[in-house]
């Protein structure tokens, strides 16, 4: 019998990445970008009925479009949840229903969608 030969591990060095630091939030930003979740989580909004809802509340500019450009939104199903939410009140003609959304400030690419998912 050959006798057996134990290999010591070898230490593989892991390459060193210099992580960049975190940019650090602004308070009033986290702030907007907290309510902005919350509404949007409560009912449906658009882009810019949010900006004004948040404008409403004393936001600053800047941090607004930080929170519109970052809350967790699909714009999309936004304008259908508002779409459902206005016909389980009212009903509606769609070109009705086109016009309020549109007041609301959604796209037409946005009210298109919804219109065709609450009428079909």
Not at 13 to 34: D, I, K, T
Not at 83 to 106: C, I, K, N, V
């Amino acid at each position: 019998e050959e006798p057996v030969v134990e290999e010591e591990p070898v230490a593989v060095e892991e390459p060193v990445v210099e992580e960049e630091p975190e940019e650090e939030v602004p308070f009033e930003y986290r702030n907007a970008l907290g309510s902005a979740e919350s509404y949007i989580d409560f009912m449906g909004f658009s882009k810019q009925g949010l900006r004004d809802q948040l404008d409403y509340e004393g936001y600053s500019k800047k941090a607004i479009e930080y929170a519109v450009d970052n809350v967790d939104a699909d714009w999309k199903e936004e304008c259908v949840e508002s779409a459902e939410s206005y016909l389980d009140f009212m009903s509606f003609s769609e070109r009705e229903l086109r016009d309020q959304l549109d007041y609301e400030g959604y796209t037409q690419k946005q009210i298109n969608y919804a219109i065709d998912k609450v009428y079909n």
